[in-house]
């Protein structure tokens, strides 16, 4: 059974593990293909590009600051002062937020700023910076705040003074490079990453494709012993029936295809039990009659020669010794008494031996019954026959006796006085009897043997009256069974199969 | 000495570290020395993108005995702004400022000595050596965060998987699938190079 086993496991693993491993190697290069079209050489390049591009842009709007502010320097006269400050209107790229003029150390001559704003001013190292520059110019960025100002050093009536434009840039413009240096930098995080990423991917796949192996494993393994287990044991079953145990039965436990087996093997075990026990029951009634025939027939013979030996006796004496005379009489009458008993025994013991073979006629069980009922005016019956008892066929004359002995066993039982109840009905393939008493009961060591021949509890019984009646009941395919209570009386049942 | 200290991983145009020469002052012990590649393969594309890189610098001194005796950890941040085109290298000192690439790579070819331990009370008769590994991480957890939420907030690839009911209302968000595979290490990408010093004391050291 192990071998049925393994190759259901085998089968459904092969199943599973057939797609699996193919599939893997698709999703490894599905996984690898899908990240090499966004992370390759080409969109390193472009995005390279674009930010250089953006850069280009980004300083040529702080030069643009720087020469808007050299132009105002221009615009100024050489002894400017606060007055001449005028913030410039906006650009395109350029929002002015305020104009200041400085001194060498660092004082404010002067500023314009736009209204309601506060804008700080640049530090004075800013200031010292521009001078080291060869331009004369500083731009100071501040991309978080979006500040930018050009520091311009000028040198003008013998003094050097700085001009500082403070600006912002229209606020799509940085956020439009900032977007593209995000994706930028994205695509290099993406990049770094590109062996761990699949890598990942692909384990957490295998980690599925392996739990999936396992569940299909112990899937497989509960299927085939579903299924394994009860064939194992239907091979037990039959090993025992054949060995002669004919009460091994098989638990069912599923009402599938191998619970209907394991159903119907169980029904065969039943059927071989009974059919046993009825063939063994016939055997032993054939012996029984057989040794019924052979003494009927050896104490049948003698009978009458000692019948007539004994009337001869009485016969031939003459002499005048009345005592004598009336003692040979009563002889002869107790000799004829006990000889007339052996007679009917011997008559019971043909019948037995010699019972005729069935024969069948179509009948109505429910007329037989209420003809016999009629042999017995003074006897009380109660009945209940079923309506739709159909006509079948059986042997009327045979029906007839064990009908007959059950009556006669129930008014012995229950008296003349308390009605013996008779009852039919139709119970799918069967029609069944059923004949009640309201006697003592039978004990249940007594019931285990009443159908067998010779057993009676009749002190004048010879016992084979209810062994006769369950032989030709067994005859016609049928049953009958007693279920008897102390005090509480006896129910006879029998049931023939209804054969149209 | 390398064998004995065990092995470096090199990765990236073989990042190194040598020439580490101990030096005394004031007690401070002090190590200059020199490292190759480091601004170069995927640290270099990553710099210049803007994102951060972090070195991890990690002296060891030992003894005769091998026991290792002192250690400590300096990070560094260095990071390039794109726009205004400079290099900023911030620590536990000063930051440094470059305007150019080959300015700080000049700085690492040349590290000038470095503070690393004081050495008040030790034996100056002692036979040191110094150990030195250098971590460079490229893409930490924070970096690794960013990638997922922008992973998760693209909403270009959402396919709706109700298959059996039409008004389930399930999504599947591949784009959040697909961050679940980001890993949550705090180092994602980095790379080691280690260097030992030759032997010394530090009455030989003071007088250099």
Redesign the interface.
Known sequence: MSTVRNKIILIFLGTVLLPVIPISILVNNLVHHSYSVGVNPSVETALATSIGHSRELYQHRKEQLGNIANELLDQLPADAEAKHLTLPEATKEWRFLALRMYQQNGRLLGERQTDGLDVPRVKQGHLRHSDQLPSGQLIVSDRDHNRFAAVTRTDRSGSRQYLVLTAAVNDDFLQETDQTLEVHQMYQRLSLQEVSIPQNLLTAFLVLGFLVVAVATAIAIWISRRITEPIAALVTGTEELGKGNLDYRIEKTSSDEIGELVERFNSMARDLKTSQEKAIYLEKMAAWQEIARRLAHEIKNPLTPIQLTVQEMVDQYSESDESYRQLLTECHQIVNEEIENLRKLVNEFSAFGRLPELQKERGNLNTLINDIIKLYPHLAFQQDLAEDMPVFSFDDDRIRRVLINLIENAAQAGGDKTPIELSSRRIERFAEVSVKDSGSGIPPAVQRQIFQPYFSTKPDGVGLGLAITRKMIEEHGGEIRVNSVSGQGSIFTFKLPIEE | MLCFFGSAAFAQDSLQIKQLRPSLQNDTLRCSFQVNNLFSG?IR??LL???PILLELKPQLYNRERQRIRTATFKLRVTYD????RYLQESNQLPVAFTSLEMLTTWWNDVQPYPIFSVDGMDTEEQLWIVMDLRVI??TRS??E??KN?IISSAESEEDVSVFRKDSGFRLNLNRI?A????DDDE??GFIARAASTPFTLSAISER
Do not use: R
């Open positions: 995927e594309e990553a993108s803007g994102l794109i726009w205004e085109d490229v893409l970096q690794n960013k990638l922008w697909i679940l595979f980001i890993g994602v990408e």
